[in-house]
Structures are given as C-alpha cells and as structure tokens.
C-alpha cells in the first residue's frame, strides 16, 4: 500500500498492510539527533521514521500572554481575554484570503506523492480555553455565559471558513485540535460539552468532506460518544495516563479508528529503548490486531524525547506493525 491507501484503511476501520504511523507534530530538533548535524527540513524527519502522514497547519491566533523560560521554550502565562472590552483585541486574519494556506498548497505540491497530509488547526474550544484564561472562563460560566458563548462563536466561524477554503488545497484530512481535558477530568462539565461546545463544534464539522480526527490529550472518555456522532474518523492519541486504550477499542474500536498512545510521560522521554519496543509492540496487538489504528506518540515527538527511543518506535512499528 502507499502511505495515503494505509492510513486511509485505518481511517475506515479497515487493516492495511501494516499499522500507520503518524503524529501531530514533532519538533524540528527531533531531526538533530537523527541526522547528526546535516541539513534536512522538516519533512526528511517523517520520512527517516517512515511515517505515512505529515501535517501542515493554519490557526487563528491565541491571545493570551507569552514568556521564556529558562530553558528556552515559550509557554503562555495566561489568556488575555478576561472582560467584554477585551473582545477589541481579537483580530483574526480573513479565513478566505487564498494567501492564508499558500504553505498548505506548497506542503501538497511537494509531498503529496509520498505522504498523506492532514491539515491541522482546531475547532474554537482550544483558543477559548487558552484566550480567557481557566480561571477567567470558569468564573465566566456563571457570571457571564454569552462571553464564552461569543468567543466561542467567533472562533468557530473562522475555523469552519478557513477549513472550507483548505479542502480545495488538495490536503487528504483535517485534524481538529482541542485540548478540554486533564488526566483526571475534563475541564468543564460533559453537559457543557454537549449544549454549548458541541453545537460549535459541528458548524466545523458540517463543512468537512474529507476524513476527519481529533486530538485531545487527558480523559475525554465522558465525551468519546459525542465525538464520533460529531462524524469524527480517528480520535487521538487515547492518553495512556488517563484512558486504557484496551478498553477504548473494545468500547469505540467498532466505530472510530484509534491513534496513539505511545507513552509520553515515561516511555519515550525516560524509557530505554527496550521499553519502547515492548510498549509499541503491546499496542500494536491489542489494538491494531484487526485494523482501525495509527501509531502515534501520545501527543507529538518532542525535543527531549531521546533519538535512540524515537528510532525504537520506528523500528518496533517495522518489525511488528505488518503482524
């Protein structure tokens, strides 16, 4: 099979030639350790771990206050959307100016022959969540619900044009992007979900013609149902700290493909190489035995994940995935 027919198999519940593998992201440095120092872009990455998908991305943006920390990596301090005045601050570029996904069309020209590419972005609860702050949004559910509801609103309309104008680049999928939950929870209630996001959620969904998945790390086990009404095809990455993707195949496997969950919290960042064989393997059995999976880590390849342990995956995906 080419990369686009296995993950498209996988997509439809059916079982390829061998597992796919892809990720949401992974960070540019993960390329230092493999390639020792040698010019490569992004995409040599993908293609020296052998994954059949890559991604190319478009989001409105987050406002919400930005800091370095010691190490170097920004992180966001808090939202910056705390009052009706500050909607003023929101100005999101024009979602059907053609220009906007001119680096989506350069990713399909370059790679679509080799690779199936999705395209990345999210459906307006991550930018809410993030723009207003938890604290700013959790007093806002009982003070002031029509401003969740407004930025909710605005994001979701932009999202839902911008993606209708990306599915004439020639992309093979969109993958929506919303973290709502912890290890423990979500992060509202699975009420809140269905009456204020859900509905948002689908003026996404109702424009997307091509296959579709879904990524939100921690325990979305509350909300699983509502995902897969929602039409999604592959849910992700099944966190391993907070669901047991055992359960979830023989829960959900009937009905959406899953993607994951190789451990981010230990495995990949503190494993041994043996480790990470052993879990890629487990995953690969229990869950991919009859199709309807994608390997993946259980969020993205990051910088401090170890070369020798994201080449393991690699190699314990050839060696087992075809099983």
């Known amino acids: 099979m080419t990369s686009r027919e296995r993950v498209l198999t996988a997509l439809r519940l059916g079982k390829p030639?061998?597992?796919?593998?892809?990720?949401?992201?992974?960070?540019?440095?993960?390329?230092?350790?493999?390639?020792?120092?040698?010019?490569?872009?992004?995409?040599?990455?993908?293609?020296?771990?052998?994954?059949?998908?890559?991604?190319?991305?478009?989001?409105?943006?987050?406002?919400?206050?930005?800091?370095?920390?010691?190490?170097?990596?920004?992180?966001?301090?808090?939202?910056l959307l705390k009052t009706r005045d500050d909607l003023s601050l929101i100005r999101l570029p024009n979602p059907r100016d053609p220009s906007l996904l001119d680096h989506v069309k350069r990713t399909v020209e370059r790679y679509g022959d080799r690779f199936f590419i999705f395209l990345g972005t999210n459906s307006g609860a991550d930018c809410l969540l993030r723009g207003m702050g938890l604290d700013n949004f959790s007093y806002a559910l009982q003070d002031d619900l029509g401003l969740v509801e407004e930025i909710l609103d605005i994001y979701s309309g932009w999202c839902a044009d911008m993606v209708a104008e990306a599915q004439k680049t020639g992309i093979d999928a969109v993958w929506l992007a919303d973290d709502i939950a912890f290890t423990t929870a979500l992060m509202f209630s699975a009420e809140f979900f269905r009456e204020v996001v859900k509905p948002r959620m689908r003026r996404v969904m109702d424009g997307i013609r091509l296959p579709s998945l879904y990524h939100s790390?921690?325990?979305?086990?509350?909300?699983?149902?509502?995902?897969?009404?929602?039409?999604?095809?592959?849910?992700?990455?099944?966190?391993?700290?907070?669901?047991?993707?055992?359960?979830?195949?023989?829960?959900?496997?009937?009905?959406?493909?899953?993607?994951?969950?190789?451990?981010?919290?230990?495995?990949?960042?503190?494993?041994?190489?043996?480790?990470?064989?052993?879990?890629?393997?487990?995953?690969?059995?229990?869950?991919?035995?009859?199709?309807?999976?994608?390997?993946?880590?259980?969020?993205?390849?990051?910088?401090?994940?170890?070369?020798?342990?994201?080449?393991?995956?690699?190699?314990?995906?050839?060696?087992?995935?075809?099983?």
Not at 46 to 73: N, W
Not at 301 to 312: G, K, Q, R, S
């Open 217 to 323: 790390d921690g325990d979305i086990g509350p909300v699983m149902d509502d995902l897969i009404e929602l039409g999604f095809n592959g849910i992700h990455p099944i966190d391993p700290t907070a669901m047991d993707i055992g359960l979830a195949k023989a829960r959900w496997g009937g009905r959406v493909c899953l993607v994951g969950n190789i451990d981010l919290s230990y495995t990949l960042v503190l494993g041994t190489p043996e480790e990470v064989e052993t879990e890629v393997r487990d995953r690969v059995e229990k869950v991919g035995y009859n199709g309807g999976f994608i390997l993946s880590s259980a969020n993205s390849l990051t910088d401090y994940c170890p070369t020798a342990n994201v080449l393991a995956m690699r190699d314990a995906l050839l060696k087992y995935g075809a099983s």
């Open 17 to 79: 030639d061998r597992v796919p593998f892809m990720e949401w992201y992974y960070d540019r440095e993960v390329g230092d350790g493999i390639f020792g120092g040698r010019p490569f872009v992004r995409e040599d990455i993908a293609e020296a771990l052998c994954m059949d998908g890559i991604g190319t991305y478009a989001g409105p943006p987050v406002y919400a206050e930005k800091r370095v920390s010691s190490a170097g990596r920004e992180y966001e301090a808090g939202g």
